[in-house]
């Protein structure tokens, strides 16, 4: 017995040992933030502090700059990063949700379902890379460089996948009993899909906005190379933070703070929808 509650205790001191670890492993990049954003250039660069008070005499001086010089085109960043995820979101899920229901209701002659299903996620495992001048060829034939379209397209394109396939498990999960009830009463397929299956998958379609947008968001590649001004988001403002001197980590430090904030909120705002579309039918009665 005693032996018993020893290895159960040595289990639970493992098992926190390991939370803890992993939690500051995940949280220390936004403590160094946070820190950093109150240091004086001087400090960043003479030596490593991190406790503020006793290291080093926290200042205000790197936010009142970017309110006072840099804010104009950090506010442009933000507003271009939050039209651009909004919009490939919007894209992706619209598409992504029809093409689930598809690929989980209907089977096409000459095409395997699962070979789809594959296609669609071999578009996350394509290196970004490889498709980039590909699509800046595109969007220079069609007029759209620097253009907050050109870039809604092209994350619309690479974050679809993460609806195509949660939406797909979804609505294999759902019974077609309610949606053939539907028919006989005289409804059609897009209205069953419209009124039943929908709503009742609301929980899954909201997980999947998130993730799509939270890839959206962090694009960077794409951003790089297709905008030039008007239409940069805050990826790109945050990696042109350079002086001759080196990189200006205190400005690197308050964008990055500027950007984890939308979708920091949108995440807890719809967190309980995230966990209960992620593991939707998961359990079975």
Same mark, same amino acid.
């Given at each position: 017995?005693?032996?018993?509650?020893?290895?159960?205790?040595?289990?639970?001191?493992?098992?926190?040992?390991?939370?803890?670890?992993?939690?500051?492993?995940?949280?220390?990049?936004?403590?160094?933030?946070?820190?950093?954003?109150?240091?004086?250039?001087?400090?960043?660069?003479?030596?490593?502090?991190?406790?503020?008070?006793?290291?080093?005499?926290?200042?205000?001086?790197?936010?009142?700059?970017?309110?006072?010089?840099?804010?104009?085109? %950090?506010?442009?960043?933000?507003?271009?990063?939050?039209?651009?995820?909004?919009?490939?979101?919007?894209?992706?899920?619209?598409?992504?949700?029809?093409?689930?229901?598809?690929?989980?209701?209907?089977?096409?002659?000459?095409?395997?379902?699962?070979?789809?299903?594959?296609?669609?996620?071999?578009?996350?495992?394509?290196?970004?890379?490889?498709?980039?001048?590909?699509?800046?060829?595109?969007?220079?034939?069609?007029?759209?460089?620097?253009?907050?379209?050109?870039?809604?397209?092209?994350?619309?394109?690479?974050?679809?996948?993460?609806?195509?396939?949660?939406?797909?498990?979804?609505?294999?999960?759902?019974?077609?009993?309610?949606?053939?009830?539907?028919?006989?009463?005289?409804?059609?397929?897009?209205?069953?899909?419209?009124?039943?299956? +929908?709503?009742?998958?609301?929980?899954?379609?909201?997980?999947?906005?998130?993730?799509?947008?939270?890839?959206?968001?962090?694009?960077?590649?794409?951003?790089?190379?297709?905008?030039?001004?008007?239409?940069?988001?805050?990826?790109?403002?945050?990696?042109?933070?350079?002086?001759?001197?080196?990189?200006?980590?205190?400005?690197?430090?308050?964008?990055?703070?500027?950007? %984890?904030?939308?979708?920091? +909120?949108?995440?807890?705002?719809?967190?309980?929808?995230?966990?209960?579309?992620?593991?939707?039918?998961?359990?079975?009665?």
């Amino acid at each position: 017995m005693k032996r018993h509650k020893l290895g159960r205790t040595l289990k639970n001191i493992l098992l926190w040992a390991v939370i803890i670890v992993a939690t500051a492993w995940v949280v220390f990049p936004f403590y160094w933030a946070i820190v950093t954003s109150f240091k004086a250039p001087s400090v960043i660069l003479s030596k490593p502090s991190l406790i503020p008070f006793l290291q080093f005499q926290p200042t205000l001086v790197n936010w009142q700059s970017e309110f006072t010089n840099r804010w104009p085109e %950090i506010s442009r960043a933000l507003l271009n990063s939050i039209i651009i995820s909004l919009g490939a979101t919007l894209l992706a899920i619209v598409f992504g949700t029809l093409a689930g229901y598809g690929l989980a209701r209907f089977r096409f002659y000459g095409w395997q379902n699962k070979d789809i299903t594959l296609w669609f996620l071999s578009q996350r495992f394509l290196p970004p890379m490889v498709t980039v001048i590909p699509f800046f060829l595109m969007m220079q034939f069609l007029k759209l460089l620097d253009t907050r379209l050109a870039l809604i397209l092209a994350n619309a394109t690479f974050t679809m996948p993460f609806a195509v396939l949660i939406m797909r498990d979804v609505f294999k999960e759902l019974p077609i009993e309610m949606e053939e009830s539907a028919w006989v009463d005289g409804a059609s397929r897009f209205q069953s899909f419209l009124r039943i299956a +929908l709503p009742l998958s609301a929980p899954a379609v909201a997980a999947a906005a998130v993730i799509c947008f939270a890839f959206s968001w962090n694009e960077f590649i794409f951003a790089l190379i297709l905008t030039l001004r008007n239409a940069q988001p805050i990826t790109v403002v945050i990696a042109g933070v350079s002086h001759t001197q080196g990189i200006q980590f205190w400005f690197v430090a308050t964008r990055l703070l500027f950007a %984890i904030l939308p979708p920091t +909120l949108l995440a807890l705002t719809a967190q309980r929808y995230i966990v209960r579309g992620l593991t939707f039918g998961a359990v079975k009665g």
